[in-house]
């Protein structure tokens, strides 16, 4: 079982950045694959960005492609979402997840565990 929590949601208008944390607990953090989800109301859950195990590989949706990072530190057992030059239609709640596959790490079906979100709120 591995426990995920996220922070550092708020409201930032159209141009400024945030940064998102998601705090793991439970079995070997370094072991999974991570990823950042987002769900706006009346949408479905859709992906934004994903970092390997190992972190050699990285995952990016096309349209934060440029404006986001993903970073992970082992050692804290934490994973970051820098999210840059943010837009109204970031608006979001954005969850992390694990993943113990080695596919299907851009959609919600590869992910094994989940966070409870956090709401990201871009005002124009």
């Known amino acids: 079982q591995v426990q995920l929590v996220e922070s550092g949601g708020g409201l930032v208008q159209a141009g400024g950045s945030l940064r998102l944390s998601c705090a793991a607990s439970?079995?070997?953090?370094?072991?999974?694959?991570m990823g950042w989800f987002r769900q706006a109301p009346g949408k479905e859950r859709e992906f934004v960005v994903a970092k390997s195990w190992s972190g050699r590989s990285t995952y990016y949706a096309d349209s934060v492609k440029g404006r986001v990072t993903i970073s992970r530190d082992n050692a804290k057992n934490t994973v970051y979402l820098q999210m840059n030059s943010l837009k109204p239609e970031d608006t979001a709640v954005y969850y992390c997840?694990?993943?113990?596959?080695?596919?299907?790490?851009?959609?919600?079906?590869?992910?094994?565990?989940w966070g409870q979100g956090t709401q990201v709120t871009v005002s124009s």
């Open positions: 997840a694990a993943s113990s596959k080695d596919y299907g790490l851009m959609t919600p079906g590869g992910y094994d565990y």
């Open positions: 439970g079995q070997t953090f370094s072991s999974y694959n």
